[in-house]
């Protein structure tokens, strides 16, 4: 049967003598291999202290190197001591009513005032041309 760790135990591997990562539930000593890492030490390192499984999948290892984490294996994560993932949410927008009856005056009146008043205008013009 193997070990059970805590995420605070995990947590405190977290260096280039001391590494230990969790992916998909189980914990790895993977010390040994900061040199060999294809990518470098410092990307495992940034993965130390939290589930490491979402950076694992992203950067779509081979089955070759799934097969090399059997040997660096050291146990399992207790599941109540990871954070669970939240989902984002949007925030909630109010719901925009059309009908609103101070909006829809304040768009007629920006419609209408210059429309009057090119009326006015035009009038003005008009019987102060031919009076002349």
Not at 17 to 39: A, M, R, S
Not at 57 to 66: F, I, K, L, Q, T
Not at 90 to 104: C, G, I, L, V
Not at 113 to 128: C, E, H, N, Q, S
Request: with cysteine; proline share 4%.
């Amino acid at each position: 049967m193997s070990k059970i760790f805590t995420l605070t135990e995990v947590s405190e591997h977290n260096n280039a003598k001391d590494c230990w990562l969790i992916i998909d539930g189980k914990v790895y000593d993977v010390t040994k291999f900061l040199e060999d890492h294809p990518g470098g030490d410092e990307v495992l390192l940034s993965a130390t202290g939290k589930d490491a499984s979402d950076d694992f999948e992203d950067v779509g290892h081979s089955s070759s190197a799934r097969a090399m984490m059997d040997e660096f294996y050291v146990g399992d994560i207790d599941t109540t001591t990871v954070p669970t993932k939240t989902q984002y949410t949007a925030p909630k927008q109010p719901h925009y009513n059309q009908d609103k009856t101070s909006e829809f005056v304040i768009k007629l009146l920006q419609f209408l005032v210059p429309l009057v008043i090119l009326g006015v205008a035009v009038g003005i013009r008009f019987y102060t041309k031919s009076s002349a």
